[in-house]
């Protein structure tokens, strides 16, 4: 009985404050209100892109806020760079971008000019993991089949399971493949309810010593009323 109400006085003085300043935190980044502000368009540029390439960028919704103010980072998002005959196309997993929001959200493939467009990236980059090539291809062919093979994004963030990927967790997945940890122990903790608790984040990603080069896309501005 003594142990019992030791374990309910912990849920009750511990975890609980814990989990409802985690939701209040979440629903803050989330709801809070976006003002009329300077709207950036991100100017693409793919000189020297190479497939296997890391494409970044930052968004304009809650989930981009809660993900920048968490990890302190300038992106929220990332995908591979990948050349067709049709051009450069971005390879990601990523929730919530279909056209009917009840398809299933599915790892998609898409022209670089969408991924980049103004009502999805306010900012971007560019990096590259130092690795021959030949590796960046092999990184990149493990994405594009689970493109293929129509694996969906995963809504639960789970590292565990490779069923299902979210967009920083399909970077590092495809490259541990080829023998290249590009998060190493870098994890950060996410209040939202439902998920495991600790994620990769895209600055836990350019943090890592794979990564040799890095360039912040340029951006024009104009002032725009957005959501």
Request: proline residues 4%; hydrophobic residues 35%.
């Amino acid at each position: 009985m003594a142990e019992m109400r030791i374990r309910k006085r912990y849920l009750l003085y511990v975890i609980l404050p814990i989990a409802i300043s985690s939701i209040v935190i979440f629903l803050f980044c989330i709801c809070r209100p976006i003002k009329t502000t300077p709207h950036s368009t991100v100017i693409i540029d793919t000189t020297d892109l190479r497939n296997g390439d890391l494409l970044l960028r930052n968004g304009n919704g809650g989930e981009s806020r809660l993900v920048t103010s968490i990890s302190n980072g300038d992106y929220s998002h990332i995908a591979f760079a990948y050349k067709d005959t049709d051009g450069w196309k971005a390879v990601h997993a990523v929730p919530g971008e279909t056209e009917n929001i009840s398809d299933t959200d599915y790892l998609k493939t898409e022209p670089i000019e969408t991924f980049y467009k103004y009502e999805r990236a306010n900012r971007g980059a560019i990096a590259r993991v130092e690795c021959p090539d030949s590796i960046a291809e092999k990184a990149l062919a493990f994405a594009l089949d689970k493109v293929n093979r129509k694996f969906a994004f995963d809504h639960e963030y789970r590292l565990s399971d490779t069923t299902e990927y979210y967009c920083t967790e399909l970077i590092f997945q495809a490259y541990m493949t080829v023998g290249i940890n590009l998060a190493d122990e870098r994890r950060h903790e996410l209040p939202m309810p439902g998920t495991e608790c600790l994620f990769i984040f895209p600055c836990d990603i350019l943090n890592s010593p794979h990564i040799s080069t890095f360039k912040v896309l340029q951006t024009k501005t104009k002032k725009e009323k957005y959501e």
